[in-house]
């Protein structure tokens, strides 16, 4: 363990004292980017790279800046790195934005990041999203598909709006109906 934590400048390895974020950080990098949830395929998808950008990120979104979640799709990466570090006040944040965000990107990446987090009110919120925003469920259906199968974006739109066109329906179901039991995704659910 200590050859994989190594990378992110962990000297020792107490798990106790050692946070999830920097965690998953290490292991990515030596087992690859998306170890643990592979992401959507997006032309324009964000990832972080470095604990000085997820470190960045974090607090401007406790300041209340949505940084990267404004500026185009996030990676699963992104959301599981700042999740377990988000503080209430920026927890608060998503959960505005989730509903009265500029964008409709910054809208299903607030829905996002709240699906990952414990809580009925997070839980409420992603649902009541979901429940009124018609861009929002799009994007977010899409993103699902798109993740699930590795799918390009176009295809995934097209899933979204018309289930009836994916490409291979058998398997989209079983894999839909899998992530729909997810106990740590309510987005997905």
Same mark, same amino acid.
């Given at each position: 363990?200590?050859?994989?934590?190594?990378?992110?400048?962990?000297?020792?390895?107490?798990?106790?004292?050692?946070?999830?974020?920097?965690?998953?950080?290490?292991?990515?990098?030596?087992?690859?980017?998306?170890?643990?949830?592979?992401?959507?395929?997006?032309?324009?998808?964000?990832?972080?790279?470095?604990?000085?950008?997820?470190?960045?990120?974090?607090?401007?979104?406790?300041?209340?800046?949505?940084?990267?979640?404004?500026?185009?799709?996030?990676?699963? %990466?992104?959301?599981? !790195?700042?999740? +377990?570090?988000?503080?209430? $006040? /920026?927890?608060?944040?998503?959960?505005?934005? #989730?509903? *009265?965000?500029?964008?409709?990107?910054?809208?299903?990446?607030?829905?996002?990041?709240?699906?990952?987090?414990?809580?009925?009110?997070?839980?409420?919120?992603?649902?009541?999203?979901?429940?009124?925003?018609?861009?929002?469920?799009?994007?977010?259906?899409?993103?699902?598909?798109?993740?699930?199968?590795?799918?390009?974006?176009?295809? %995934?739109?097209?899933? !979204?709006?018309? +289930?009836?066109?994916?490409? $291979? /329906?058998?398997?989209?179901?079983?894999?839909? #109906?899998? *992530?729909?039991?997810?106990?740590?995704?309510?987005?997905?659910?």
């Amino acid at each position: 363990m200590t050859k994989v934590v190594h990378p992110v400048g962990a000297a020792r390895v107490k798990f106790g004292r050692l946070d999830r974020g920097e965690l998953l950080t290490a292991y990515e990098r030596v087992l690859g980017d998306g170890m643990k949830r592979t992401d959507l395929v997006h032309p324009r998808l964000i990832k972080i790279d470095t604990p000085q950008e997820r470190e960045r990120v974090l607090a401007a979104v406790d300041v209340g800046e949505p940084d990267v979640f404004a500026q185009g799709p996030t990676s699963s %990466s992104i959301d599981a !790195a700042i999740c +377990p570090n988000l503080s209430e $006040n /920026a927890i608060g944040h998503f959960r505005t934005w #989730a509903i *009265e965000g500029k964008t409709s990107t910054l809208r299903a990446n607030a829905i996002s990041v709240l699906g990952f987090l414990p809580g009925r009110e997070n839980a409420e919120v992603v649902a009541r999203a979901l429940d009124t925003d018609l861009k929002v469920r799009r994007l977010c259906v899409a993103s699902e598909v798109s993740r699930l199968l590795q799918w390009d974006w176009p295809t %995934s739109l097209q899933v !979204a709006d018309d +289930p009836t066109t994916a490409p $291979n /329906a058998k398997k989209l179901g079983a894999k839909l #109906a899998k *992530e729909a039991v997810d106990p740590k995704d309510t987005e997905s659910r």
